[in-house]
């Protein structure tokens, strides 16, 4: 388990499915939306065994995690692309600095990795998300981003 300390969280990469992982997934991921439904064990564990995704979790100096973040690594014929989704930080912890530990380490595994530009997307109206990842130093593209969400 590779851990970074980043003032008063420690970030490290999940390195197998626990209750407790499960019980803190079962505890953000309805803060981060309320359309999806939580991933069941057997989702997590693909989650994590993948060599393409790498969840990472923000721990408080009494182990509680207070956040989590994916970082999505793959090969294309242009290069390696990363990619960052479902950033979330409990609504206990936020504005101390827990998003920005785990965005820190994102972009140091995927630029260990090989990955010369990280990609994310965020809504509008997530405005201290937004000013966030600009202080993390993401800008703002001009791009279309389009949606398929199957047969009608």
């Known amino acids: 388990m590779s851990e ?14 626990t209750d407790e992982l499960m019980d ?7 803060q981060l939306s309320r359309n ?13 065994a993948s060599p393409a995704t790498v969840m990472l979790l923000a721990r408080e100096t009494d182990g509680t995690v207070v956040g989590a973040l994916t970082l999505v690594l793959f090969r294309i014929p242009t290069g390696l692309r990363a990619w960052v989704e479902d950033v979330v930080v ?3 912890a936020r504005g101390r600095g827990v998003g920005v530990a785990l965005g820190q380490e994102a972009l140091r595994r995927a630029t260990a990795a090989g990955a010369r530009t990280v990609d994310l997307t965020s809504r509008p109206s997530r405005e201290a998300a937004n000013r966030m990842y600009q202080r993390l130093g993401f ?3 001009e791009t279309n981003v389009y949606r398929w969400s199957g047969p009608a």
């Open 90 to 92: 409990d609504e206990s």
């Open 139 to 141: 800008e703002l593209r």
């Open 24 to 30: 803190a997934l079962g505890r953000l991921v309805p």
């Open 4 to 17: 970074v300390a980043a003032g008063a969280v420690t970030v490290e990469e999940a390195a197998s499915v």
């Open 36 to 48: 999806s439904p939580v991933p069941g064990r057997d989702e997590v564990a693909e989650i994590v």
